[in-house]
């Protein structure tokens, strides 16, 4: 059979445990979409949120509770779709390796993420978290994507990617892709607060494998706009963050909704109540999904397994010519 996919995309995420709406509108649901026109090649990148030293007694529950979440969102590997942890393929470190020869120091002490950690983390400012961005320049050019599907905060990130692609294949021949950025359309998701992203550690968070109950709880502490103190008031809807996901969540509704917020026709309760219901059941087929999956916790464990095996038949190919063209002696 030959294959009409337009390429093949890379993408990978941290081990954070069950998932959120940030995690679901940012990439969850564009994940699943780029199932029809890509390869795809997800990855839970295990050895990335080592760099903090933190929690790493979770990363086993978080990487089964991210899977699940995956897997009973539509990522599927029925698809052709590969579904692997960072550390199983163990390529990925060689490359890393390889690549940091070609990356000058100065490029990674100046990106601002780096002296965002540094300030972050001033006790731990490990070799790792100097060489993160080389670690994910491999992970994407091991797979030799096409397409790296970002944010337009992440944009910087994979520009850095195609900075060390293009040393590399200077220095050595064209070996490696330089990775496309497939900028997505759904790019930041506020917390409850209303002020910050969505964050599980800032606990501002809407787990999308929440109950019913959970999610109305959640939605009630949600802030709205501000200059709406009491139900008589017109809201601005153009300020009210849970306005902003009712476009997403209640799209049949979102006009009449802005009509009914702008001449206090609706309560911020009522309008809340409304969100948490749709909420509520956009993710009803996901949850039975989800809970049909955790009845045999081997179902993601089997998939990640499989995710591996197939991860790794790519890796070895492309470490291979890498080595070559660096010119590395062959073993006999
Ligand atoms: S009525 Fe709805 S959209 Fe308007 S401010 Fe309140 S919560 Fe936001």
Known sequence: MTNTK?????????PTGRQHLGNYLGAIRNYV???????????????????????????????????????????????????????????????????????????????PTFKDKV?????????GLVGYPVLMAADIALYKADVVPVGVD???????????????????????????????EFTKVLGIDGEQKMSKSLDNHIEIAASPEEIEQRVMQMKTDPARKFRSDPGHPEV?????????????????????????GIGCVQCKRLFAQNLSAHFAPFRERRAELAKDPDVVWDVLAEGARRASVIASEVISEVKDAIGLPKPR
């Open 119 to 127: 300030r972050q983390q001033p006790d731990n400012v490990n070799y």
């Open 6 to 14: 337009k390429g093949r995309v890379f993408s990978g995420a941290r």
């Open 33 to 111: 979409a780029l199932q029809d026109d890509y390869d795809c090649v997800y990855c839970v990148v295990d050895l990335h949120a080592l760099t903090t030293l933190e929690d790493t007694d979770k990363l086993r529950g978080w990487t089964y509770e991210m899977t699940l979440d995956w897997l009973a969102a539509g990522m599927n590997p029925d698809l052709g779709t590969i579904i692997f942890v960072q550390s199983h393929v163990p390529q990925v470190t060689e490359l890393h390796l390889l690549l940091s020869m070609a990356t000058p120091l100065g490029w990674l002490t100046r990106l």
């Open 240 to 264: 009210c963050n849970l306005f902003s996901l009712h476009s997403f969540f209640s799209a049949d509704q979102v006009a009449q909704i802005e009509q009914d917020c702008r001449g206090a």
């Open 154 to 184: 992440q944009a910087p990130h994979l520009e850095f990617t195609r900075e060390i692609v293009r040393r590399f294949n200077h220095h050595f021949g064209e070996v490696l892709i330089e990775p496309q950025a497939k900028h997505t």
